[in-house]
């Protein structure tokens, strides 16, 4: 099991910058490495207030071509050129979103200092991997919003297990055994010598699980996506008063997050998002309250565990 698996929140509003309230952009640590989900306006400032180490950033997933979760990303990459990044950056994104970054950097007569990988995000391929790291997975799965979105799913893979010492110390097994045992593989010695992983190691504890869904209208289908995760991200621009605004613009309401996290038996629900029409977001949190209690709103700067 890996030691860290937490999310930052580095912004939470919606299009527009108010209130103290910054564009949508989070930081994900799995184990020693950083992930970025979303870039919006800003995002750069963010990192640095809240002594985010940018140097260890490694992959960044962009959902969609909406200005506020993506108008920071050129200005990142640009400083991880202007201090001499060597270290490739892999990034996750639309289509278009490489052309952009392309044309930005052709005019700016830029040489990147660094390798930067793009892959092209598609939500018509339906829950598809995009990278297997040796401690986490990423997978897309498409959200409906008014132009091509995609959620994200960080999920942890199974480290090494750990050997029970009283066993080792009244035993001596072979190194081989050893090495297996810790993949979470039987061994059979030479000697016909039977070493079992439930016999041998500790359980694995369960593996954990994030969803990020940013914008999308009310949509039960990504349920199947989702289900069980520790912890469920998903976008509340309005509360139920202003549901029709929702639907008009393909956003949700904090109550219709909190029916998605209860149908998908989720163990706590992020809220984020938020409309720059609401000053005091606590009403909208007990609207989501009655529906699935384990709800909480998503503050900047605040670092939430899985």
Same mark, same amino acid.
Do not use: W
């Given at each position: ?93 639309? +289509? $278009? !979103? =490489?052309? *952009? ?5 052709? &005019? %700016?007569?830029?040489?990147?200092? /660094? #390798? @930067? ?65 810790? +993949? $979470? !593989? =039987?061994? *059979? ?5 039977? &070493? %079992?992983?439930?016999?041998?190691? /500790? #359980? @694995? ?66 809220? $984020? ?34």
């Amino acid at each position: 099991m890996i030691k860290d698996f937490e999310v930052t929140i580095l912004g939470n509003t919606s299009s527009i910058p108010v209130h103290g309230r910054n564009h949508t952009s989070q930081v994900v640590q799995i184990g020693r490495e950083l992930i970025l989900l979303d870039c919006g306006e800003g995002t750069q400032l963010q990192l640095r207030r809240y002594k985010v180490k940018t140097s260890k950033i490694s992959h960044i997933f962009i959902s969609h071509l909406h200005g506020d979760h993506y108008l920071g990303l050129i200005g990142l990459l640009s400083s991880y050129n202007l201090s001499k990044r060597l270290d490739p950056i892999f990034l996750f994104g639309p +289509k $278009g !979103l =490489d052309e *952009i970054i392309t044309t930005h950097f052709r &005019y %700016s007569n830029t040489q990147l200092s /660094y #390798p @930067l990988h793009f892959k092209e995000t598609n939500p018509d391929k339906g829950f598809s991997l995009l990278t297997d790291q040796a401690n986490y997975q990423v997978y897309s799965f498409p959200l409906k919003h008014r132009l091509p979105t995609t959620g994200f799913l960080i999920r942890e893979k199974a480290g090494f297990r750990n050997l029970i010492k009283e066993k080792l110390q009244k035993e001596h097994l072979p190194l081989e055994a050893i090495h297996s045992l810790r +993949k $979470g !593989l =039987d061994y *059979i010695g030479s000697d016909g010598a039977f &070493y %079992s992983v439930r016999e041998y190691c /500790y #359980p @694995l504890a369960p593996l954990r699980s994030y969803a990020f869904c940013s914008d999308t209208i009310y949509n039960p289908d990504i349920i199947e996506f989702i289900k069980g995760v520790n912890l469920l991200y998903h976008e509340s621009t309005f509360m139920e008063s202003d549901a029709a605004r929702a639907e008009k613009t393909f956003h949700s309401t904090a109550k219709q997050a909190a029916e998605i996290a209860k149908a998908a038996q989720v163990k706590q629900l992020l809220l $984020g998002h938020f409309s720059s029409r609401y000053v005091d977001l606590e009403p909208m949190l007990e609207e989501a309250k009655t529906v699935f209690e384990n709800s909480v709103l998503s503050l900047e700067g605040q670092t939430y565990t899985l």
